[in-house]
């Protein structure tokens, strides 16, 4: 674990280039555990903590160079770097939402300078992308009518986004400028350290207020909107029942997990997971997560 650290936290501090920033957005957001997700204690059948680990190692780098790359050229980078090391997808969905906030220029906030990336993305950046989900093959993707992966765009990244914002989560972003990571998610993150939790309770506690209130996608492709629904309203129960304070909610947490896991586990929120990871990459890029973080990242409450 600790090489993984070596490049991202020099003498003196943490470096916030958006390299380190991604890769230590990465290993905290999987480290977390995140009901439904690969975390420190948990895997998938087909996917491991260590490849969480390794490809953020690998990929991350990348997007010190995305001013001069393109988005679309960097997430390309990205995904073909984790698959070298890796067989299967791990980070296309983070790659998605990271590559165009390493592109804001420094000096400008990432909330302002969000909306100019967006809005000078192109045909090029649209084609990269296409090529890179591809190469990924993420779970549940389908078959749309209009600007298909496996055809050739024919629009800007930004306008095809749009057409796909209703059943994609990531896409919402490019469409409505990370809303969802700037006023939900790092809102519900800052709020965990304000009252000094740990930063694992924190993380999933921003995790479970975007799925309380946004369906996740990934789950909504690969079991339909209605088990998506089912996901969301059992995210919102356990923030009611108090989480993190609560035994109940706790309990409801576990329940949960299990839940999430069943039938090889088909209802991962991985879309949400996606998110969680762009809203750390904010805060550590903004300053305003500081490391080394006090309370420790353990929490002794979750039972997962």
Not at 48 to 56: E, G, P, Q, Y
Not at 94 to 122: M, R, Y
Not at 201 to 209: H, M, N, T
């Amino acid at each position: 674990m600790s090489g993984l650290f070596l490049e991202v936290l020099p003498p003196g501090g943490v470096d916030r280039t958006p390299s380190a920033c991604g890769q230590l957005a990465c290993i905290l957001e999987v480290l977390a555990r995140k009901p439904g997700n690969v975390h420190r204690r948990q895997d998938f059948s087909d996917t491991s903590l260590a490849d969480f680990l390794l490809s953020a190692a690998v990929a991350c780098p990348v997007f010190d160079h995305t001013p001069e790359r393109g988005v679309g050229v960097t997430i390309l980078e990205a995904t073909r770097r984790s698959r070298a090391v890796v067989r299967t997808n791990t980070h296309l969905g983070t790659f998605l939402l990271l590559a165009p906030l390493a592109a804001v220029p420094s000096g400008l906030s990432l909330q302002e300078g969000i909306k100019q990336v967006l809005d000078a993305l192109t045909l090029a950046d649209s084609e990269a992308v296409f090529e890179a989900i591809r190469l990924a093959q993420p779970g549940g993707l389908g078959r749309v009518s209009r600007e298909d992966v496996t055809s050739t765009p024919t629009l800007p990244l930004r306008e095809i986004m749009i057409l796909a914002k209703d059943r994609d989560m990531i896409a919402r972003q490019y469409a409505d400028g990370f809303a969802q990571v700037f006023d939900l998610g790092v809102p519900a993150f800052l709020d965990g350290l304000a009252v000094e939790q740990p930063l694992e309770e924190a993380i999933v506690g921003c995790f479970l207020r975007i799925l309380a209130e946004h369906p996740d996608t990934l789950i909504a492709r690969k079991r339909g909107i209605e088990v998506a629904n089912a996901a969301s309203r059992k995210a919102r129960e356990i923030l009611q029942l108090g989480w993190p304070a609560s035994e109940a909610a706790q309990q409801a947490l576990v329940e949960f997990d299990h839940w999430l896991r069943a039938e090889g586990n088909a209802r991962n929120p991985g879309t949400t997971a996606d998110l969680v990871a762009a809203c750390l990459y904010v805060v550590l890029r903004e300053g305003t997560m500081q490391l080394p973080h006090k309370p420790s990242f353990v929490s002794h409450r979750i039972q997962l």
